[in-house]
Nanobody
Framework: QVQLVESGGGLVQAGGSLRLSCAAS????????MGWYRQAPGKQRELVAT???????NYAESVKGRFTCSRDNTQKTVYLQMNSLKPEDTAVYYC???????????????WGQGTQVTVSS
């Protein structure tokens, strides 16, 4: 069974940094796009960043210049380095990954369980 497990959330003061990790485990053929989303209380889940298997990234305007998304394909892990954190970055952060179970299958989207990030002012 394919699983995504996140780590690295926590409480930090405004201006501080955190690094989130998300590791994929289980039996599968390949991972294409991986990404990070977040959901604040009372709000819809929103895109934070995505990264292709070739390393091309896409960021939400609100995090450009502050967050960096990277991945280690050998370790099947995606990272989100978050710098200059603001109180409005407070949310549950979720990773996802488009994973092909077999070489001939279409990718399915998998989600992690989420990790809380709280930024105090």
């Amino acid at each position: 069974q394919v699983q995504l497990v996140e780590s690295g959330g926590g409480l930090v003061q405004a201006g501080g940094s955190l690094r989130l990790s998300c590791a994929a485990s289980g039996s599968f053929f390949s991972i294409t796009v991986m990404g990070w989303y977040r959901q604040a209380p009372g709000k819809q889940r929103e895109l934070v960043a995505t990264i292709t298997s070739g390393g091309n990234t896409n960021y939400a305007e609100s995090v450009k210049g502050r967050f960096t998304c990277s991945r280690d394909n050998t370790q099947k892990t995606v990272y989100l380095q978050m710098n200059s954190l603001k109180p409005e970055d407070t949310a549950v952060y979720y990773c996802n990954a488009n994973i092909k179970r077999y070489s001939y299958s279409v990718p399915n989207l998998y989600w992690g369980q989420g990790t809380q990030v709280t930024v105090s002012s």
